[in-house]
T-cell receptor, first 113, second 113 residues
């Protein structure tokens, strides 16, 4: 079936370090892929998305590239800040304009000053 | 737009009581989703609606849970009777089309004692 697998957390980094959070997926067809971020005490917010192979989503210094050959959508940021501390969720939508999102379990990121 | 509005933000109730969670989606969004988030199980889809019609309720854990969407601007999730294992954060989200990503509310933290 359709599923999303994220790297286990928590991830702890120092400020200005490079971030990678791995995400791989299993899906039939051609899903759209998303990264959501959840700050403490808040709901999830869409961070970036990609709708087809080789697309790169980007926002707030974060990037992820839709890699069909490796079924991956890894999240990266060149220099993290303390304010990036949050839980990050990878998700896929398999139904196009219908259906719903399937979320990974989330990866908690803590950035230390 | 005020975003997706959920109420209450926090709810503490005794086991056996009825609990009603409320959600106002973004105006014009055709899809509404109810999710439950716990440490153990992560983010689980309970039910979603399209144009006020329930499409998939396979995630509703048992008959104690029910959801309604009487009009395009309001939905409720009801638990009757509530049990301690229902303690979680419940999120509502809405979307114009699912491929475009969801907008989440801030959630309702439910504690059943």
């Amino acid at each position: 079936g359709n599923s999303v697998t994220q790297m286990e957390g928590p991830v702890t980094l120092s400020e200005e370090a490079f971030l990678t959070i791995n995400c791989t997926y299993t899906a039939t067809g051609y899903p759209s892929l998303f990264w959501y971020v959840q700050y403490p005490g808040e709901g999830l917010q869409l961070l970036l998305k990609a709708t087809k192979a080789d697309d790169k989503g980007s926002n707030k210094g974060f990037e992820a590239t839709y890699r069909k050959e490796t079924t991956s959508f890894h999240l990266e940021k060149g220099s993290v800040q303390v304010s990036d501390s949050a839980v990050y969720f990878c998700a896929l939508n398999y139904g196009g304009s219908q259906g719903n999102l399937i979320f990974g379990k989330g990866t908690k990121l803590s950035v230390k000053p | 737009d005020a975003g997706v509005i959920q109420s209450p933000r926090h709810e503490v109730t005794e086991m056996g009581q009825e609990v009603t969670l409320r959600c106002k989606p973004i105006s014009g969004h055709d899809y509404l989703f109810w999710y439950r988030q716990t440490m153990m199980r992560g983010l689980e889809l309970l039910i979603y609606f399209n144009n006020n019609v329930p499409i998939d309720d396979s995630g509703m854990p048992e008959d104690r849970f029910s959801a309604k969407m009487p009009n395009a601007s309001f939905s409720t999730l009801k638990i009757q009777p509530s049990e301690p294992r229902d303690s979680a954060v419940y999120f509502c989200a809405s979307s114009l089309l699912t491929g475009y990503g969801y907008t989440f509310g801030s959630g309702t933290r439910l504690t059943v004692v």
